[in-house]
Nanobody, 115 residues
Framework: QVQLVESGGALVQAGGSLRLSCAAS????????MGWYRQAPGKQRELVAS???????NYADAVKGRFTISRDNAKNTVYLQMNSLKPADTAVYYC?????????WGQGTQVTVSS
């Protein structure tokens, strides 16, 4: 498995921006899909955005147009740029790596958006 460490979570005002980072312990260029998920209290973990090894991206409807996922293979890092944040975006955000052989998760980073 690959070890994943998220960073960048913070308390931010509604309308503000954050960039989350996911640092991987080894190259991510051959990993099929890297993704960001989030989980709010009392709710199931849900997919926010994903990016494939060929740079095909997918976004949840709730974040489409506001969030952007990207990857830097040279730095073994995946990013989630979050703009126009809303209180409904408040959650713990988790990085995920799916290779078809393993499914790895980071420890999560807290994002809190105040009204």
């Amino acid at each position: 498995q690959v070890q994943l460490v998220e960073s960048g979570g913070a308390l931010v005002q509604a309308g503000g921006s954050l960039r989350l980072s996911c640092a991987a312990s080894r190259t991510i260029s051959r990993i099929n899909v890297m993704g960001w998920y989030r989980q709010a209290p009392g709710k199931q973990r849900e997919l926010v955005a994903s990016i494939s090894s060929t740079s095909v991206t997918n976004y949840a409807d709730a974040v489409k147009g506001r969030f952007t996922i990207s990857r830097d293979n040279a730095k073994n890092t995946v990013y989630l740029q979050m703009n126009s944040l809303k209180p409904a975006d408040t959650a713990v955000y988790y990085c995920n790596a799916y290779s078809g052989i393993y499914d790895s998760w980071g420890q999560g980073t807290q994002v809190t958006v105040s009204s």
